[in-house]
């Protein structure tokens, strides 16, 4: 109880971003009283490369209320007007996945990352779909690991359907 009320006190007045974003993560792990409400109300904070937020989805992944899923998932999409902070998208799929592993809408998202224009998230999808056994994506899947883009793509595709699949002989170049 302490330490959730002295973590909340960081977040509200700490000149440090680092400092507020570290105490967010921290809130939900201690699963502190209001913890959910604040966190959503920090996602309002402004801070370099999004480590606030970032940490905020990690707060909220610990704190494990299923309110968080429908937070994150607005923090899932490509958004260059926003400076495509993909920390903070990696930080709001993990969540995503962790609170809502088999929700049919978290299992099509990641069917859809996996044409994400970020190759990064591509990787992330992928190995996110092979943990969550999402058989769906396997055409997708299939897809990426023929004609994929990017450092890793296409490896990580081929990897996802081995470990779906069982199979060694993913698709080939």
Not at 77 to 94: E, N, P, S, T
Not at 107 to 118: K, N, Q, S, T, W
Not at 143 to 155: M, N, Q, Y
Request: glycine share 8%.
């Amino acid at each position: 109880r302490l330490a959730g009320a002295a973590l909340a006190e960081r977040i509200r007045i700490d000149a440090s971003q680092y400092v507020v974003a570290d105490a967010a993560a921290a809130l939900g792990k201690v699963r502190a009283d209001g913890a959910f409400d604040l966190l959503v109300e920090t996602l309002a904070k402004e801070s370099h490369l999004d480590q606030i937020r970032q940490r905020v989805m990690d707060g909220l992944r610990e704190l494990g209320d299923p309110r968080a899923v429908a937070i994150a998932t607005k923090h899932l999409d490509y958004a260059l007007g926003k400076g495509i902070q993909h920390q903070l998208r990696k930080a709001a799929l993990d969540c995503v996945t962790a609170l809502a592993p088999n929700d049919p809408a978290t299992r099509a998202r990641l069917v859809v990352l996996l044409g994400d224009p970020y190759f990064r998230m591509k990787q992330w999808a992928a190995d996110k779909c092979a943990e969550l056994k999402v058989m769906e994506a396997l055409p997708a899947l299939e897809a990426l690991a023929k004609d994929g883009v990017g450092p890793g793509v296409k490896e990580s595709a081929k990897g996802a359907i081995e470990r779906l699949t069982g199979k060694k002989d993913a698709p080939k170049k």
